[in-house]
């Protein structure tokens, strides 16, 4: 399959001169279309740095990301912002949704951010991402009226709901029980399979990393292996 | 419009600060209008009591000259637009002379139907009729009351010639001025061209009102210039009374300007503590797309909502603030200007939105790194 992504050479240094850190030490590596890999290290391993690149949340010291053929590390603020929105899709550990917004209104953000008017395809989209959920009937709940998991699987549905390409998780089930946890990475497997969507999952937790495809390991700004992992699934 | 939706529902979603903000400023705008249409009101009172009823211009003959012709008036009335009337009149001096008493009277001759469109004498009347026929004067009401001549009465005066003369009281004014109530005197034309030798086409000078008192200045100037007159204008024989309504203006607006001041102060630091609260959501919105410039707007909206909401709580405060002093037994009301309001409305809105520049900046700095990072 045809490369999604390439990490190429990526670096990322904190501060300068003496206290400079260097977090990320030259990490280059490819990530296939409709792939389900892992990233996993250690606290402060520099794993969720990658990610924040790979995301363009944040902007590499040298190397460059290359995203569905673009080259990311030349565009603008403006630009950066334009493939988040309709490339990338994110989970984080905390579920960042908007307290002041309901259930749909914080499902239906970006298509709203990129100023599209849904389409009654996009809106059977939603109903149907609240039903793979298990969020039926809670639309017009607020936010902040949810429970820890179904806060986490409405912010999964804000990812998915711009059909990006690639899905990034940041420990996206750190904040989460057995059940909800088990939970998710079925859900993210049913999407994976049904809708062909990359996902990218930084863990701290081997058991986690078991669970996808490929797992790449980052230990002191390093990509010290990247493997297949057959008995995922 | 997703930034205007955002912009209210952070309103609504923290309602007591937004309505205390909301209050400062309805506070702010509410005493601008109170305060600068007291200030307009009370002026207008007493430009209009100095000279409502009293010639803005005064044309007297020029160097060499006695007298100015008659068709003066028209002419001055036909070059300038601000020209509201142009009376010509004959005026002189005259003495009272009674057992007692021999009292200076400034008499001024002219045709009652012009003289009362400066004068406004036929709605001032306390006693008779405003009525000049020949042989027949007005008085003023101290004068009156001071030297018991009431309509009907005969009043003697010594002319500047010498001879006496003899007139009929035919009613009694109020001027709102006790000098002009005690020293002005009013006769027909012809009485007053008798009285001082004159032609018909002879008179002492020619007063006018204009529309904009504040122009009289620059039109005497003009009309000097242009038909070789001398021209007297109010504001030269009013300086006192000028220059206290300037001082009078530059605190009102000093008073405005401080108040605007607080008030822009009060929603800035609101705005920048919303900024603050607001900052997750922000950095969230930035994580899945939110351009800058849009993140931004998000706080002029909030400034807008705020600013069009508090204006218009401000308006309505300061439409019960006049209403209320219109209870209060003062010489004058207030009236309340559309057009400063509407200037008070938009100098209110454009204060706000003034105040979001900073919050709205920093929001469109943000890096939504700030935000995941620091959890």
Known sequence: ?233 | MLSFKIAARFLKSSPGQSALIMAGIAVGIATQIFVGSLITSLQADLIDSAVGSSAHITLLPGDGQTTVPGNLAAEASGSETLVSTAVPVRTLSGIFVDSDDSVPLSITGGDAGLLDTIYGLSERMTQGSFRLGEGEVVVGTVFSEKYGIEAGDELDVLLPSGSPATYEVSGVFDLGQATANERFAFVDAGSAADALGMDDDEYSAVQIQLTDVFASSEVAARLADEFDVEAADWQAENEQLLSGLAAQSGSSAMIQAFVLIAVALGIASTLAISAVQKTRQIGILKAIGMGDAAAGRIFLWQAALLGVGGTLGGIALGYALIALFGVVPVPFSIRPEPGFIALSAGIGITVALLSSVIPARSTSRLDPIEVIQNG
Request: no cysteine.
């Open chain 1, 1 to 233: 399959m045809a490369d999604l992504l390439v990490a190429d050479a990526l670096e990322k240094v904190y501060g300068e001169g003496d206290t400079a850190t260097r977090a990320l030490k030259g990490v280059s590596f490819t990530v296939a279309e409709g792939e389900f890999a892992s990233i996993v290290g250690q606290s402060g391993s520099g794993k969720s740095t990658l990610l924040n690149l790979i995301g363009l949340l944040d902007t590499p010291s040298s190397g460059q990301v290359l995203f569905a053929g673009e080259n990311t590390t030349a565009l603008g603020r403006k630009g950066r912002s334009r493939v988040r929105n309709e490339g990338l899709g994110f989970v984080f550990q905390f579920h960042y949704l908007l307290p002041e917004f309901t259930v749909w209104e914080n499902l239906t953000m970006p298509a709203q951010i990129a100023g599209r008017t849904l389409s009654a395809d996009e809106r059977s989209r939603a109903l149907e991402t609240l039903a793979l959920l298990g969020l039926e009937g809670l639309e017009k709940k607020n936010a902040n009226q949810l429970s820890g998991g179904q806060k986490q699987r409405v912010a999964i549905g804000r990812a998915l709901m711009n059909r990006p390409k690639l899905i990034l998780a940041d420990e996206p089930t750190g904040n989460l029980d057995t059940k909800n946890t088990a939970t998710v990475y079925e859900l993210f497997r049913t999407i994976n399979a049904e809708l062909g969507t990359t996902f990218l999952i930084v863990t701290h937790d081997r058991a986690v990393a078991q669970q996808t495809d490929r797992i790449l390991e980052v230990r002191d700004g390093e990509l010290v292996q990247d493997v297949r992992n057959d008995y995922a699934g």
